[in-house]
C-alpha cells in the first residue's frame, strides 16, 4: 500500500451526454421475445428505459486516453488488454494509472481519482421517446447487411440504438428517479477526488479524455456511424474542507457554466487555479506531488 495520504477536497462536473448519431450499448439478450433484436440494448430494469453506464464511457475514456499517450496494454482483464504500471517508479507519474485507478493487487497505488455515474433519459425527452413513432419502447431497429464475398448474399441483422437527439444525464441523490430541480441543479455526471496538487494537473486529462470520446465513438458499431456523443452543458464544482474542524461540505460550490467542452477546456485553467489556491495541502509527505501550505505547491503548478 502507498504511503500515509489525506482527502483534500473534490471536484464534481456537470455534463449532458447528447446522442448526435444512434447509440448501441449492449445489454443481456436473455429476455429478448421471439422476433426480437438480435443487439439490444442495456435498459433499466425496472422502468425499461435504456441507459447509459458509467463503466462504458469511463472504459472508452481510458482506453482512448491510453492510445493517445503511447502506453502499452500490458496488463489482461479477462479478454481486454489494458495499460497498467508494474512498478512504483513508472506509477508515480503516470495519469492514466492515478485518475483511472489500477487493479487491487497493485500494493504500491493510490486510490482511483475518477467516478463516472450512470447516466438516465433526460426526463424532458422521455415523454417524447414515448410517444414517438419507434420500433420499440424509446429505441429504434437498424437493419445492417454483411455481404458474402463469394456469392454476394446479404445476411441481415438487427442493431437496437438509441436514437439520436436523446439526452442523458445522472440522477440525484436527493431525488432517487428524478433529477434534482430547483437550487440543486442536474447531478454530477463525474466525481474526482484531490489527494496532492498534482491530481488537479491529472484532472485536465479527464476533459482531454472527453474530447477524445467526442471525436471517436461510444458503444458498439461506431465505424459505422453509431455512437457520436456530444458533451453539453458543462459545469465544474468543488468541496473542500471548511471551517477549524474540516468538515466535510454539505453543498457543492458552482463554477460558471459550459455550454460546450470547446469552452470548458478554455475556461478550466482559470478554474483550477482559483481551487487550488483554496486547498489547504498539508505538509509533504514524500510524494512528489505533495506540499507545504494552502496553494504553496499549486503557484508552481504548471496546467497543460
Known sequence: MAERFQLRGRLFLRAEIHVVTGLHIGGAGGKVAIGGVDNPVIRDPLTDEPILPGSSLKGKMRSLLERWRGFEPNHAIGQARIHVCKKPEEYRDCSVCHVFGVPGEIEFAYPTRL????????????????????????????????????????????IERVPAGAVFRPFSLRSAREPADGGDGPAPLMVYSLYFPRDLEWFVEVVDAMGLVEDDYLGGYGSRG???????????GY???????????????????????????????????EIGLRIEWGTPTGNPASSRTRGERWRRSRIP
Open 115 to 158: 467516478i463516472v455515474r450512470d447516466a438516465f433519459l433526460d426526463p424532458g425527452l422521455r415523454r417524447r421517446l414515448r410517444e414517438a413513432d419507434l420500433d420499440l419502447p424509446f429505441t429504434e431497429v437498424k437493419w445492417e447487411a454483411a455481404i458474402d464475398r463469394i456469392t454476394s448474399a446479404a445476411v441481415p441483422r438487427q
Open 226 to 236: 453509431s455512437g457520436q456523443v456530444a458533451f453539453r452543458n458543462l459545469q465544474l
Open 239 to 273: 468541496k473542500i474542507p471548511e471551517g477549524e474542524t474540516g468538515s466535510y461540505p454539505a453543498d457543492i460550490v458552482w463554477l460558471s457554466e459550459s455550454p460546450d467542452l470547446v469552452h470548458f477546456r478554455s475556461a478550466l485553467p482559470r478554474m483550477l487555479e
